[in-house]
């Protein structure tokens, strides 16, 4: 069932499957990616809504083969709608069509709740593969690297990987 809240100008349209465990309490969840959008998205761009999808890895590894070309699960996939280029802080907001007082859907983000629990676990967060924290801690993660990564953000180019990296901590340290 999906839960839509209301994070400042931001929708977050949280659907957790049925049958993953909640780790981490929905609000807290969408509260944090609105706080991702806030530090990823400039002032001006309009109010707009995000879909995250908290899964397990038997989704994951069905939707990193159709999308991505490989196989088995990963930890998040991003699905953005909007170029990177959109989210430039000196962009015009961007204009796309909807119906009246529509919000603007910036694209999805897919979660292995599972891979979180797992990665933790075992002593492989953070991104870096070699961090010991709890799942709770994996999952927010994992979300808000999802979510910068609808936004544009990219992690190919060790300059880029380090300007999302410390983004990524600035907003969890904050939350």
């Known amino acids: 069932m999906t839960r839509p809240t209301i994070v400042g100008r931001w929708r977050i349209d949280l659907d957790a499957r049925p049958g ?78 909807r119906p009246p007082r529509a919000r603007l859907h910036l694209g999805d983000i897919v979660v292995s709740v599972e891979r979180a629990v797992a990665q933790a676990a075992s002593g492989r967060g953070g991104q870096t593969g070699d961090v010991r924290w709890s799942a709770a801690s994996e999952l927010r993660l994992l979300l808000v690297h999802g979510v910068l990564h609808v936004c544009g953000y990219d992690h190919g180019e060790p300059d880029d990987e380090r300007a999302m990296r410390a983004l990524e901590l600035a907003i969890l340290i904050r939350r």
């Not at 806030?38 to 908290?54: K, M, N, T």
């Open 20 to 97: 993953v465990p909640r780790i981490v309490p929905g609000g807290v969840l969408a509260r944090l990616a609105g706080a991702a959008l806030d530090a990823a998205v400039p002032p001006a761009f309009p109010p707009s809504s995000l879909g995250v999808i908290l899964t397990d890895d038997a989704e994951l590894a069905r939707l990193n083969g159709d999308h991505m070309g490989k196989r088995g699960p990963t930890d998040v996939l991003s699905f953005p709608l909007l170029a990177p280029s959109s989210f430039a802080p000196d962009a015009p907001p961007p204009v796309v069509p």
